[in-house]
């Protein structure tokens, strides 16, 4: 008789399993089965769904050469012996004429908020917290505690849509801080 080692035997019955994607799995203990058990609980055996926040964008770079030049890229400017100037993501599946529009779009706008940013902040000198404001220093110190709990929050072990959550809150508070000047 033939007598297999526990790994080898869970490699076959993993293969076995495969063949009938349709298949249940209940697990009885600390053993799984395809048929019911006593006090055996259903186990979801279906592929991971995909990140749908994610599905459906691409990458544009603007890219500036050394020469000086700019131009729009769907690979790493890096590629293309030049340097990386910003990075915009656009609907994937559109002419490239199309995504380079909506990029150069993103970023006018990026480009009209920063000046307009610069402007606020040009009443204040520079590395002058909030411009002189004290109520805009109590912001500062307040979003930067945010920042100081988000980031102790990051090194735990969270799931990743937690990681996700908590970066999202963070660079929300790191933006508050960016247009109060802090």
């Given at each position: 008789?033939?007598?297999?080692?526990?790994?080898?035997?869970?490699?076959?019955?993993?293969?076995?399993?495969?063949?009938?994607?349709?298949?249940?799995?209940?697990?009885?203990?600390?053993?799984?089965?395809?048929?019911?058990?006593?006090?055996?609980?259903?186990?979801d055996?279906?592929?991971?769904?995909?990140?749908?926040?994610?599905?459906?964008?691409?990458?544009?770079?603007?890219?500036v050469?050394?020469?000086?030049?700019?131009?729009?890229?769907?690979m790493?400017?890096?590629?293309?012996?030049?340097?990386?100037?910003?990075?915009?993501?656009?609907?994937?599946g559109?002419?490239?004429?199309?995504?380079?529009?909506?990029a150069?779009?993103?970023?006018?706008?990026?480009?009209?908020?920063?000046?307009?940013?610069?402007?606020?902040?040009?009443a204040?000198?520079?590395?002058?917290?909030?411009?002189?404001?004290p109520?805009?220093?109590?912001?500062?110190?307040?979003?930067?505690?945010?920042?100081?709990?988000?980031?102790?929050?990051?090194?735990?072990?969270?799931?990743?849509a937690?990681?996700g959550?908590?970066?999202?809150?963070?660079?929300?508070?790191?933006?508050?801080q960016?247009?109060?000047?802090?």
């Amino acid at each position: 008789m033939l007598f297999l080692c526990p790994l080898a035997m869970a490699a076959l019955l993993l293969l076995t399993s495969a063949a009938g994607q349709a298949q249940e799995v209940h697990r009885c203990g600390n053993r799984y089965s395809d048929t019911p058990c006593g006090a055996g609980q259903l186990v979801d055996v279906s592929p991971a769904v995909r990140n749908l926040d994610s599905a459906g964008t691409a990458q544009v770079f603007l890219c500036v050469s050394h020469g000086g030049g700019r131009f729009w890229s769907s690979m790493h400017c890096r590629q293309r012996n030049a340097l990386v100037e910003r990075i915009e993501s656009v609907p994937a599946g559109l002419p490239w004429e199309q995504q380079v529009e909506i990029a150069d779009q993103q970023t006018r706008q990026g480009y009209a908020t920063q000046r307009r940013q610069m402007q606020v902040r040009g009443a204040g000198t520079a590395g002058e917290i909030g411009a002189g404001n004290p109520g805009t220093r109590q912001n500062c110190a307040r979003w930067s505690e945010q920042v100081a709990q988000y980031d102790a929050m990051a090194r735990q072990p969270n799931s990743a849509a937690m990681q996700g959550w908590i970066a999202e809150r963070r660079k929300q508070a790191r933006d508050a801080q960016f247009r109060a000047g802090c």
